[in-house]
């Protein structure tokens, strides 16, 4: 908060808007919000609480609370002519990231870097680019910054909380740096990643260009073609597809996505299968266009259009 204002001001740009979420997981929240609101107005800020008034989760709870905030925050830009929201991530949360998805099996995607500025994480606010400015900064840097001011910050209980799979990792960051893994070797890995994905990008959209075709919506696949390429590159390729058949922003679970590509390669698709809201299928005749190995994308129908149009 204090770091973008004094950026906007030397910059001559308009004073940042605070927006503080209050999740309603704890008691405390609504005290500590308003604490928030206070320090930002002193600061001169305009400032905005944005309240989560639907059912707390009961499981899950780091990613629905990650949900709700990134769902309040979009729509209060959009709705107030905001083009970016800045958040405070740090090299801690970018090596954080990193040892979590290599843990659930993530490919080069998942293990490549959070990106400076870069999309907004729902899909429904194409508009909003989510900016990153404090990634080469780690936790300790603004905190002792945080002092240097005479600030006083709040913390959270959860960030402590051992049920977590963020926290359980916090927790290990003295042992793994024992064996030298830093969070700065840890958060240079992600860069890494980073460089490999894009060079990747570069290449699979060349792949995609010969063995794709969209058309309202629906996706035609060249299965030869697709599956013919360096497996790296038809796997993006394929998740590419499948991300913007269903508008999602996220890319399909790796595991998910090989299983799905090695049933097109060895032709044992059957019927069809389902992945990431879609429904992958041998094309009909009139749409093969890429004759037997065509492929046929669409989005996966809701429960409830199914049922709605059987009635």
């Keep these: 908060m204090y770091l973008l204002r004094d950026w906007a001001k030397q910059a001559g740009l308009p004073l940042p808007v605070v927006l503080c979420v209050d999740h309603a997981l704890r008691p405390e929240s609504a005290a500590e919000a308003r604490q928030v609101l206070r320090w930002a ?121 051992p049920r977590f799979a963020r926290v359980k990792i916090r927790n290990a960051w003295p042992a793994l740096e024992a064996i030298g893994l830093s969070k700065a070797r840890v958060a240079d890995a992600a860069a890494h990643m980073a460089r490999a994905r894009a060079a990747l990008d570069t290449v699979s959209q060349a792949v995609l260009a010969r063995a794709c075709r969209f058309e309202g919506g629906v996706a035609l696949l060249d299965t030869v073609a697709l599956t013919g390429a360096p497996r790296e590159v038809g796997l993006r390729a394929l998740a590419t597809v499948l991300m913007t058949v269903s508008e999602s922003p996220y890319r399909p679970r790796f595991e998910r996505l090989e299983r799905l590509f090695d049933q097109l390669a060895g032709g044992s698709l059957g019927g069809g299968r389902t992945l990431h809201c879609c429904r992958i299928a041998p094309a009909p005749v009139a749409k093969a266009v890429f004759g037997p190995g065509s492929v046929l994308v669409r989005r996966e129908e809701t429960r409830s259009k199914v049922k709605k149009n059987k009635g």
């Design 41 to 161: 107005r002193a600061a001169g800020l305009r400032a905005q609480l944005l309240l989560h008034s639907g059912k707390v989760p009961e499981t899950s709870i780091e990613a629905a609370a990650r949900d709700v905030r990134y769902r309040l925050m979009g729509t209060w830009a959009v709705q107030n002519g905001v083009k970016a929201i800045y958040v405070g991530h740090t090299r801690d949360d970018q090596a954080e990231t990193f040892l979590l998805r290599l843990g659930r099996g993530s490919g080069v995607d998942g293990l490549s870097a959070m990106r400076a500025v870069a999309p907004y994480p729902l899909a429904e606010f194409r508009e909003l680019a989510l900016v990153r400015p404090l990634l080469a900064l780690e936790r300790k840097a603004l905190r002792d910054h945080l002092r240097a001011r005479k600030q006083v910050w709040l913390d959270d209980p959860m960030n402590e909380d």
